[in-house]
């Protein structure tokens, strides 16, 4: 047991390092060739701190443990709307300021809501996993059409601003991709190898390792990107930051793990995954649109929700 757990600490220590470098080289480029600061904030460290997510879906999917990967979406998903963004709350109380971050809750939403459609029979196709992924293309072209058309406040663009990574000489932006990605594939494999014996070990499903011990691994790059975000007071980009990830993960992710081989979705899958992540982003929705200001009480009650949903999760299953 202690060789399996030594090697998921390991796996998530990469994880967490390859994301970051894959999220800095990418911010780099994208920067180099005149992106705007809205546009890398709100899609390209969303879907960048994803990566692992997406990596695992991948490996998951290629060795035939595609419960591992759609736990991981659902987990990662349920994690981020409450103890992440939960923490970044009450590490610094958040003001929404960007109308477009309630654009992007829309989105989320509707990819939410098209999973659980697509599960209610008990399975995901590989048809159903194409249209998550062109459902993925459709609605970021539309928000980064949005977000170009878009004229927010000067506070919000000096929010952006501020964040706006510096334009590195593209070599050394591809070599920090490049290098990022390896140590990410390198990472997601030990995890899943490591996920398979624990769960082994513990007599429990690959799903709910998925939902649970790999989802902490894989959600350190979102946790820190809007840890950090707060800390610094970028409200907008903290929740642009869950919102693009949840969105990304729902769609992309789930899309090519589906595509990858189809995606059986049990009762209790249903119920802990499929609609646990629907409540709580039908919940996070309301918040972004019926608060302006997210204070300590709120954070609190999300990350409350979490150790709720957790508990649940352990003794139900």
Known sequence: MLAPLALLLLAIALIYLGARWLVEGASELAAHFGVSSIVIGLTIVGIGTSAPELMLAIVAGAGGSGSISAGN???????????????????????IRFDEIRREAIFMFAAMVATAVMAIDGTISRPEGALLILLFVALLALMIRSLRCCRPSKAVVEEFEATRPQAEPPLKSA???????????????????????????????????????????????????????????????????????????????????????????????????????????????????????????????????????????????
Do not use: H, W
């Open 73 to 95: 979406v659902f987990g990662a998903n349920i994690a981020n709307s409450t103890y992440i963004l939960g923490a970044s709350i009450i590490v610094l109380p958040l003001l």
């Open 175 to 317: 070599l920090f991709i490049v290098v990022g990605l390896a140590i990410l594939v390198l990472g997601t494999d030990l995890a899943v190898g490591s996920a398979t014996e624990i769960a082994t070990i513990l007599g429990v499903s690959e799903f709910i390792i998925g939902l649970t011990i790999i989802t902490f691994g894989t959600t350190t790059p979102e946790f820190a990107a809007s840890l950090l975000a707060s800390l610094r007071g970028n409200s907008d980009l903290a929740l642009g930051n869950i919102l693009g990830t949840m969105f990304f993960n729902a769609t992309a992710v789930l899309g090519t793990a589906a595509l990858l081989a189809p995606l059986a979705i049990t009762g209790d899958q249903f119920i802990f995954g499929v609609l646990a992540q629907l409540f709580i982003g039908t919940l996070l929705l309301g918040v972004a649109y019926r608060k302006k200001y997210l204070d300590r009480p709120v954070g609190v009650a999300l990350v409350l929700l979490y150790v709720v949903y957790l508990s649940a999760v352990l003794l139900l299953t």
